[in-house]
């Protein structure tokens, strides 16, 4: 199996200096030696870190886009794509590399690690190693691993800042768990059926496309007028519980039936971080369908966030991507 590592920045690959952690420019040749000196890995690696490494809390849809056509222009010389990435925003990325690659044919895996790789105690090889195991399985389609987690890539979000799992999967079980052995949700016959062809489509993504409203106590309209400015074709509303919102805010609704009226799509995402929105459930529910909001169900934020930028990238009209939402 042939297959490619691209570092494109993060926790991983870091080395210690005066200053802090920073970038280690060696660090494509370390890990390349760590791989090639276990014998039972009997796979071609190329290892490529970015000219420009990207702290991943500095992350925009254009690095998103940037990774897409690394993958896309080595997509036939490779068997398998792993993606070395901070984890602050890891999720994100991985959202969007999910929509870029629709029914994706080869693994691509997503992950990182808590502790650089020159420390003793990281993380880092665990992770790099579980990702290879996942790409030998030879699954099909976009995911993020990370301490024997293997979960689909619109899936996941960051939930721990300190413990070796950093991830979880709050509205769907793990695609697959590393322990001895692989343990898989879905049966292996389940691979096997025929899914629809896959889509490569790499949009530009403008960077102010995409915004996102919390709810809070006591949360007014001016505080979301600067959000929702003309640039803005797309929001993520985190809203409360079940998805409400002040429903006595007058001015608030106001505020969500103008912009949806001009275009914007916002979409109704739960702030729990588990759980379902169910539309209309609550009069406080109610009112933001009646100011056309779209339910995101059970979607997390950073998958709806990048699924937003990635329609409006399209150039699909707000319609079209709220029927997208709707299904």
Not at 81 to 91: N, R, S, Y
Not at 115 to 141: F, H, T, W
Not at 181 to 204: A, E, G, V
Request: overall charge negative; aromatic content about 10%; hydrophobic content about 45%.
């Amino acid at each position: 199996m042939k297959i490619y590592i691209a570092y494109t920045g993060g926790t991983i690959g870091m080395a210690p200096s005066d200053h802090g952690l920073i970038p280690d420019a060696a660090f494509a040749l370390e890990l390349t030696k760590r791989l090639e000196a276990l014998p039972e890995l009997e796979h071609e690696f190329v290892v490529n870190s970015y000219e420009t490494l990207i702290d991943s809390s500095n992350a925009t849809p254009k690095d998103w886009a940037m990774i897409a056509r690394d993958i896309e222009s080595k997509w036939q010389e490779y068997d398998a794509f792993i993606v070395l990435h901070g984890t602050d925003t890891m999720a994100y990325t991985a959202a969007a590399l999910t929509n870029m690659f629709m029914s994706c044919t080869k693994p691509i895996i997503v992950t990182g690690s808590q502790v650089p790789l020159y420390q003793a105690r990281s993380d880092a090889m665990n992770n790099v190693l579980g990702a290879i195991s996942a790409c030998e399985e030879k699954i099909k389609g976009v995911f993020l691993f990370f301490a024997g987690l293997l979960i689909e890539g619109d899936r996941a979000r960051k939930t721990h800042t300190g413990d070796w799992q950093a991830f979880s999967s709050p509205n769907l079980p793990e695609y697959g768990v590393l322990g001895i052995d692989w343990k898989w949700r879905d049966s292996r016959f389940s691979n096997m059926l025929k899914k629809p062809p896959m889509k490569m489509r790499i949009p530009d993504m403008a960077e102010d496309a995409v915004t996102i409203l919390p709810v809070f106590p006591s949360v007014q309209a001016e505080h979301w007028q600067g959000l929702l400015n003309e640039n803005v074709k797309g929001a993520v509303l985190l809203s409360y519980g079940a998805g409400n919102a002040p429903d006595k805010n007058a001015d608030l609704l106001s505020l969500l039936k103008t912009a949806t009226d001009r275009g914007v799509v916002v979409v109704n995402v739960s702030q729990c971080g588990a759980g379902n929105v169910v539309a209309g459930a609550y009069a406080a529910g109610s009112a933001l369908v009646a100011a056309g909001v779209t339910s995101g169900r059970d979607m997390t934020y950073e998958a709806a966030f990048a699924k937003l930028h990635f329609f409006i990238g399209l150039g699909f009209s707000s319609r079209e991507i709220r029927g997208i939402f709707d299904r």
